[in-house]
T-cell receptor
Framework: AQKVTQAQTEISVVEKEDVTLDCVYE???????LFWYKQPPSGELVFLIR??????QNEISGRYSWNFQKSTSSFNFTITASQVVDSAVYFC??????????????FGTGTRLLVSP | ETGVTQTPRHLVMGMTNKKSLKCEQH?????MYWYKQSAKKPLELMFV???????ENNSVPSRFSPECPNSSHLFLHLHTLQPEDSALYLC???????????FGSGTRLTVV
């Protein structure tokens, strides 16, 4: 069965600090997809990134970066120079490859990030 | 209008009431989902509709009844709920198998 573990329940940092959110996953599939979503207080989960299992290149998007390591089944997310607007709950998710027209994402329990001024 | 829209944003209902949650997407997606988000629990997949056909029902109690009249609309009909059903109910849609979801803002449901 697929499983996603986000061991950090809550992280508090001061603005401008760098912070890394951990994500460890379990799957028996060789082809799968990993995602990160951000959930601000408004409730909507906002898509941040999608990565397939064959692409282990790290990705950077502005202050955000992701480190995918298949050897340790981890897909960690780093925010550089954090800002108050980064305060939210962040979810890591996993889905197996399907060609059926829909997919099933398995989510971790989320990490609440609090960035104070 | 773009994205996934859920109404109402907040709902308080008694255990004997009947109410419905509505979800609408104008993204041309062909699959829609209901998730339940309770405090300190992972997001729970409740139902999946693909091309308006229900393809997944994750042992959800019959007091929750989904309906998908067309590819743009999804409903969750609620009746005789319990206080433990209080949660954030999230709707999502996707265009195919592997690109992830677009979520709505959710309906915060309180059962009293």
């Amino acid at each position: 069965a697929q499983k996603v573990t986000q061991a950090q329940t809550e992280i508090s940092v001061v603005e401008k600090e760098d912070v890394t959110l951990d994500c460890v996953y379990e799957t028996r599939d060789t082809t799968y997809y990993l995602f990160w979503y951000k959930q601000p207080p408004s409730g909507e989960l906002v898509f941040l990134i999608r990565r397939n299992s064959f692409d282990e290149q790290n990705e950077i998007s502005g202050r955000y970066s992701w480190n995918f390591q298949k050897s340790t089944s981890s897909f960690n997310f780093t925010i550089t120079a954090s800002q108050v607007v980064d305060s939210a709950v962040y979810f890591c998710a996993l889905s197996e490859f399907r060609n059926t027209g829909f997919q099933k994402l398995v989510f971790g329990t989320g990490t609440r990030l609090l960035v104070s001024p | 209008e773009t994205g996934v829209t859920q109404t109402p944003r907040h709902l308080v209902m008694g255990m004997t009431n009947k109410k419905s949650l509505k979800c609408e997407q104008h993204l041309g997606h062909n699959a829609m989902y209901w998730y339940k988000q309770s405090a300190k629990k992972p997001l729970e997949l409740m139902f999946v509709y693909s091309l308006e056909e229900r393809v997944e029902n994750n042992s959800v109690p019959s007091r929750f009844s989904p309906e998908c009249p067309n590819s743009s609309h999804l409903f969750l009909h609620l009746h005789t709920l319990q206080p433990e059903d209080s949660a954030l109910y999230l709707c999502a849609s996707s265009r195919d198998s592997n690109y992830g979801y677009t979520f709505g803002s959710g309906t915060r449901l309180t059962v009293v």
